[in-house]
């Protein structure tokens, strides 16, 4: 992607206050613009994003009726955010000032996506390995994050310096940590 | 509540307190919550859940037993409302009976455990067990208390929870296998228990402060809720053998069964001591009624630690002192009583280890808060900040205890060190 692309794809629409691309499946910042004035954290944002987009999908394949135009519209109490896929690699949430109307606000969206799709690389993802994003999901939600890998430790028995490395789990560890993980977070399953 | 508070004393120079001679604390939300939750991350959601009832079982049975005895209490409806009273001035919540002496409901609306938990924990994970083992175990006690049935005749299931977002929290009552244990410690017991008292570094400026602390603290009580709301925390009056019987039965189930997972437990428990430090000695420090009583936090360290001292004295933790304090190096905390290691000893005998893991982790706390918190700044102990805090660099204190009165020592030492 050229130096910058993302800054000269929003230039000029007003009310716009970010842009986040996301990629998929792992919910990994690809690349951002944040204006001036708003001290946010893209990487930390991005991965929300692309969970909430993920939980979205399968929400709307449950009902039967997902299909890859939709987008999420959400209406905070200064911002209005609007998430939506780009390709199948890529999602972008755009955050705009409250006051601007929504229809300017999927317009300009939809013209933004229009020039960063042309630009987003085409490529065959490669899946991390599922303990490491086992444990990345449970870092991004736990309670406490800086005691969560005592706690996997603790009820799992798996050694903590192995959890460190959750690359080298094999199977039926991984099976363990999520189990631990929806207990952690009180989830019947682990959409990931 | 004029009968509870003349039921109230203390050890005269070992700061513990008793309630018709049961040894209590205050502790705020963060740190029941984060003990409970150790709890069932080392024994499993189903059975932690079922082990701390039972523990709540006997300590409460413990209590009540001996507040009716002190308050010539003998009818039953007379005993159920004397139980409600004295379970909402502990801040643990209002609670409602309908029983009878073969078992029944009681009904709690709201829970100090489950109210705190929502409120802590709500918006971002769901509970999937109930909360209030307390509660539970608080519910069965009454239920045996107030027909003068055996302790052991009842046990007690909490079957909706706030926490769940049910709209209250229910139990069922219903008979129970009885459990024999040796009896739990009361104040004559732990006064053979604590070695002799001696002073500290700045025990002047401690006892100056700890004094309008303690009346203070005196007034302190459950709200029309059976609440105890105050310093940005959720205080509850707790029964240090609930605490002790949960943490040593978790460390003496590792002990034997998965001694490779102690050090683990360990740091959890510890970690539970720096939570309770960071909130409730914190906030507590950062109030107004603080500076009425000693002054704002200037940030100077020995200030900060001597505070430290105060408020675990003011809250029935033990007789801790200050025996030497190095800025950026070192801090050796010595007591010759805690609520911790006597009632080892009066339970489980002496130990080749030491044993007072709340302690250790508060004192590790007290350094950071000493060292890296800008008081001046009035900062707000917000989450964020307790994270920036405790993970990562700043975390180059370490903390041992290096004697113990379970080990047969005279008193209870932590030196945190910075490496």
Known sequence: MPQNFV???????????????????????????IRE????????????????????????????????????????????????????????????????????????????????IDHLPSFEVEERPRGVRVMEFLQRYAPDPHMVMLRVAMQ???????????EKLDKAQVHQVEEATQRILGLDSLNI | MQELNSLKTLLPQHDLTFLAGVPYVYHCHHFNLFHDQTISDVLGEERGLEFRSRAAHRAFSQLLDR??????????????????????????????????????????????YSFAWKQKYGSKIRCRFPVDAVGAGFSAAIGEAGFNLEPGSFQATETTCIAQ?????????????????????????????????????????????????????????????????????????????????????LIHHLESGNPKMLPIAVQLLREAGRVCV?????????????????????????????????????LGFGHWTIKEIEPSKRFVLQTPSNYES????????????????????????????????DWKARPEL?????????HGSKTNWVVEETRCRSQGNPLCEVVVTHR
């Open chain 1, 7 to 33: 800054a000269q794809a929003v230039e000029d629409v007003p009310g716009m206050r970010a842009i986040f691309i996301t990629a998929m499946p792992d919910a990994l910042l690809y690349d951002y613009w």
């Open chain 1, 37 to 116: 004035n708003d001290n946010w954290s893209a990487e930390d944002v991005a991965s929300y994003f692309g969970d909430l987009i993920r939980a979205n999908r399968e929400g709307l394949k449950a009902l039967g009726s997902w299909s890859s135009e939709m987008q999420v519209t959400i209406e905070s109490a200064d911002t209005l955010v609007v998430l939506r896929e780009l390709t199948n690699d890529f999602v972008c949430g755009g955050v705009f000032d409250r006051k601007t109307p929504l229809g300017m606000v999927r317009l300009h969206l939809k013209r933004v996506t229009e020039r960063l």
């Open chain 1, 156 to 166: 799992t028995g798996i050694d903590l310096e192995m959890l460190r490395t959750p």
């Open chain 2, 67 to 112: 507040i009716f005895q002190a308050l010539g209490t003998d009818t039953p409806p007379e005993r159920f409302e004397i139980a409600a009273r004295l379970f909402a001035w502990m801040g643990q919540g209002k609670m409602e009976f309908s029983l009878s002496p073969e078992g029944g409901t009681t009904r709690g609306m709201p829970l100090h």
């Open chain 2, 165 to 249: 977002k049910h709209t209250h929290c229910g139990f069922t009552i219903s008979a129970g296998g009885s459990e024999s244990a040796k009896p739990l410690p009361v104040q004559q017991d732990l006064e053979q228990l604590v070695g002799p008292s001696f002073p500290g570094e700045h025990e002047g400026e401690i006892v100056r402060i700890l004094a309008p602390l303690r009346e203070f603290l005196a007034g302190v009580a459950g709200d029309e809720r059976g609440l105890i709301q105050a310093f940005n925390i959720f205080a509850a009056a707790h029964l240090t053998a609930y605490y002790n019987r949960t943490a040593f039965g």
């Open chain 2, 278 to 314: 960071f909130n409730t000695f914190g906030n507590l420090m950062l109030s107004p009624e603080w500076e009425g009583l000693a002054s704002a936090p200037s940030g100077a360290i020995e200030e900060t630690v001597l505070s430290c001292m105060t408020i675990a004295r003011g």
């Open chain 2, 342 to 373: 006597p009632f080892y000893i009066h339970q489980y005998g002496t130990s080749e280890k030491a044993r007072c893991y709340f302690l250790q982790g508060a004192a590790h706390a007290i350094m950071l808060l000493a060292h890296e918190v």
């Open chain 2, 382 to 390: 917000t989450e964020e900040l307790y994270f920036r805090l405790f």
